[in-house]
């Protein structure tokens, strides 16, 4: 093994002394950064559909596109963390999310924006596993939970203020500031990753298996697209048949696993689906996805219930939906310390029995209910979803060996952008049939619209109830466990 070292001593002369905590503060902004990117564009795709003259489905690429891009990137993220020095990554996925920033913000028209949203996720999609396997390999097991805190309000907050941050911006400025303001945050945190951040993991020869990246992106691709394409297809906006890209995804999907699993743990092996074999790594991972494709769909269905059933705007919708994010994001910290010396059940069991509830209230929500319980349940829910995140995470990474590391970020980090993608096509597509089973019924359309979102809660709420029975598995690994006799597990 080559290393390109670990934590020196002391730093070469000329240098400054190398900071492990100071470098993963600098990748947590400049993750959070970079992933609020992510959702963003929903709050502006009205207005940019008026400024560049675009259709609904042409305008919902600028999303699409930037989730297509992450799946496909990803996947081979395990594989340049192996082979490429930590100070290098950094600045590559930096350096390609301020170019496609600034792309976007002087795009003089839809093609060129598009372009700058692809080359904006390509760095995202470096960054997200960097920051875990980064944290992973510096942080002792007793005080991960608090690491992996932080990063739980970059994984989960950053999309969830996104449509606030958009929604406040557009209401002063063009849509081009929300590009702007980004340009000078991403190069301050390039100057100070030129100060601070060193090469604090190893790395390695590996083989890139042309095949397998081949195989992941039309893969993880046809599913982010299939899946993405659903909530079009419900709105008349459909491009090309769903099944088709979703049929291509399964097929590849498929024929990825077969290959992953005849190499092995080969160095040509692109994504070791060896993790797996480490059932708290897989409990946590489920619990993870299911916990996505919540927050996902819940973000996608609050705005739409807001403005079409309550009436609001679009800037108290982002507003609204911004409580709940803080809290999310403030508790973060605590269940991090909280995970460290109790385990992952006694957080993750009450955290479902919590968010589970809340479900269950929004799928009371009709065209009457008061906005200030709606502010409630939503709150509720982050609360619940904040008790699950770091401790599921931190699990599910911190049950695998140090060799693994890259590639259980990789897997954590892709199953994610399918989730997301997953609750945003699930929970539309049963707003739709809900919402086109009531209007065949006589309901007005706000009424209509009213009963779909209550129809895809109540599913929702009963799929809570399975949540709760498997959270109940969750067990802290030991290599996670900071002090003799940690509950849990």
């Not at 080359?119 to 992973?136: C, D, E, H, Y």
């Not at 203020?161 to 340009?183: E, H, K």
């Not at 589970?356 to 349940?377: D, K, R």
Request: aromatic share 6%.
């Amino acid at each position: 093994m080559v290393s390109t070292g670990t934590v020196p001593a002391a730093a070469p002369p000329g240098k400054p002394a190398v900071r492990p905590g100071a470098v993963i503060a600098l990748l947590v902004v400049a993750a959070f950064v970079v992933i609020l990117n992510e959702t963003i564009m929903g709050v502006a795709l009205p207005e940019l559909m008026r400024e560049l003259d675009i259709t609904a489905a042409s305008a919902q690429w600028l999303t699409t596109a930037f989730l297509l891009t992450m799946a496909v990137v990803i996947p081979t993220t395990g594989f340049l963390i192996q082979r490429f020095p930590l100070r290098t990554l950094f600045f590559a996925a930096m350096g390609l999310f301020t170019l496609g920033t600034v792309i976007a913000a002087i795009a003089p028209g839809f093609g060129v924006l598009l372009v700058g949203r692809i080359v904006q996720a390509s760095g995202t999609a470096i960054m997200i596993p960097l920051l875990f396997t980064t944290v992973l390999n510096v942080v002792p097991a007793d005080r991960r939970g608090r690491m992996m805190g932080l990063i739980s309000i970059v994984i989960s907050v950053a999309p969830a203020v996104g449509p606030t941050v958009s929604g406040l911006i557009l209401s002063v400025f063009p849509w081009r500031a929300m590009f702007i303001v980004m340009i000078p945050i991403a190069l301050i945190a390039i100057a100070l990753g030129a100060r601070w951040v060193r090469n604090l993991t190893d790395t390695r020869h590996v083989t890139l298996d042309v095949i397998s990246v081949v195989l992941s992106a039309l893969a993880f691709g046809g599913l982010i697209f299939g899946l993405s394409s659903i909530g079009e297809a419900a709105g008349g906006h459909e491009i090309v048949p769903v099944w088709m890209p979703l049929a291509v995804g399964a097929i590849a999907l498929a024929a990825f696993v077969i290959r992953q699993l005849r190499l092995g743990s080969t160095d040509r092996v692109l994504l070791n689906l060896g993790v797996f074999r480490h059932s708290s790594f897989t409990v946590a991972v489920i619990l993870v996805v299911v916990a996505m494709t919540t927050l996902f769909g819940v973000l996608i269905l609050l705005p739409l219930y807001l403005q079409n059933v309550l009436g609001l705007g679009t800037l108290p919708t982002g507003l609204m939906l911004l409580p709940g994010g803080l809290l999310m994001g403030l508790m973060a910290p605590l269940v991090g310390n909280l995970f460290d010396r109790f385990g992952a059940r006694p957080l993750v069991l009450p955290g479902a029995v919590v968010a589970g509830a809340a479900l269950w209230g929004f799928a009371t929500l009709s065209a009457a209910t008061p906005v200030g319980f709606v502010i409630a349940v939503h709150c509720l829910l982050s609360l619940g979803l904040a008790f699950m995140f770091t401790p599921l995470m931190t699990s599910a990474l911190g049950s695998l060996p140090r060799e693994l590391y890259p590639h259980g970020s990789a897997i954590v980090s892709t199953v994610q952008q399918l989730a997301g993608a997953a609750g945003t096509a699930v929970f539309v597509t049963l707003m739709t049939v809900g919402a086109a089973s009531a209007a065949s019924g006589g309901a007005s359309v706000v009424d209509a619209t009213a009963s779909g979102i209550h129809t895809a809660f109540f599913v929702a709420a009963c799929l809570s109830i399975a949540v709760v029975v498997l959270a109940a598995f969750v067990r802290t690994p030991k290599q996670a466990e900071g002090v003799e006799g940690v509950p849990g597990h």
